[in-house]
């Protein structure tokens, strides 16, 4: 019974291990030049943001909404960067990945400064 028990769990954890070369991290080497234009694709997106921040924040609306309506306007800048990302070869799961992320992470920081912007304008009236 035990050598059953074994020779199965054996069998289990090998084809475990065969699924993890699949899922398994490969580091990628970026050249500095690659690097470079992702930073450039970066930073241009958050000057997306930036600007369209400025000019939706100096009228009153739903604060969603407008944080919605801002990260929507950059998703083109955000293309250009996934662009970048294919052209240097990185698997598109981890550079859809990290777009996500930057995406999510843009849309907090857009969000927590329209809750700011909208409790200034209200402080102000009274």
């Known amino acids: 019974m035990k050598q059953v028990l074994i020779i199965a769990l054996a069998f289990i954890s090998l084809s475990a291990q065969a699924d993890d070369a699949k899922n398994e ?6 050249s500095e030049a690659t690097i470079k234009k992702i930073q450039e694709s970066q930073y241009h997106y958050k000057k997306c943001i930036a600007n369209e921040l400025q000019v939706t924040s100096a009228r009153p609306q739903d604060v969603r909404k407008g944080t ?3 990260v929507k306007k950059c998703e083109n800048v955000l ?3 996934r ?3 294919l052209q240097e070869k990185v698997p598109e799961v981890i550079a859809d990945r990290h777009l996500k992320q930057m995406r999510i992470q843009t849309t907090r920081d857009v969000l927590r400064e329209m809750m700011f912007i909208e409790s200034a304008r209200k402080a102000g009236q009274q």
Do not use: F
């Open 83 to 85: 662009n970048v990302y």
């Open 68 to 70: 919605e309506a801002i």
């Open 25 to 30: 991290w490969h580091n990628t080497s970026l």
């Open 79 to 81: 293309a250009d960067m």
